[in-house]
């Protein structure tokens, strides 16, 4: 793994998702693991759903989201070799997102996030 | 419009997307305007994406599902000329979240969710 996160090389300090200046966010934290992007992170009782036991899908979804873009921007620059956050400066935003619900994740428990990305 | 919000009448109150009682959650409140649901939202400062201008992506994703999740309970209900809440209590969960971001959202500005159901 990188010892800095890539939310914490980028420009993007505020975003409520991976803002590490966003102290009422939810400050995703995205590594490289080989060609994967790895995330691991503590829900807070209020980050709730349907049930206090279970993790809100709005919360996972935008999880996912700050998580699989930081990943998008990371292999953008990686693949120039080039450091994130070095200009010419490198930004994504998401078009669309598409998620299903599986099953409930317990909230007390240590979210793993793993993205990889996929070449259409 | 019936006085009060869908999920002022359920169980649920402590959804961070909905719930009446979760002071550190969107709060969304939805209510009946004929066949749709229609909801108004203000965002904070600290809901923003990419840009401190724009609302962030995983919250426009949570204010959909919460809205759409209980026009689905309220209709359900309504099909049996029950109120909301009344026993046995009827109670849904998002299966899955398809969401295209067609272009920002302007923080600042009053955000309308408006829904309806389209049965397969």
Redo the contacts between chains.
């Keep these: 793994m990188s010892e800095l996160a890539f939310q914490d090389q980028g420009a ?1 300090k ?4 991976c803002g590490a200046d ?5 400050q995703v934290k995205s590594f490289w693991d080989g060609d994967e992007a790895v995330a691991s992170w503590r829900a ?1 009782p ?5 049930t ?1 036991d279970n993790l ?4 996972i ?3 996912i ?2 998580h699989s873009l930081n990943l998008a921007i990371a292999q953008a620059y990686r693949s120039e070799q080039r450091r994130i956050g070095s200009a010419p400066r490198i ?1 994504y ?9 599986l099953k409930p994740a317990p909230i007390r428990e240590l979210i793993e996030l793993r993205a990889r990305i996929n070449v259409a």
Tied chains: 1, 2.
């Design positions: 993007v505020h975003c409520h998702g966003n102290d009422r966010g939810l807070q209020h980050h709730c759903g349907g206090k809100n899908g709005g919360i979804a935008s999880l989201d700050c930004g935003v998401t078009a669309s997102i598409n998620v299903s619900y």
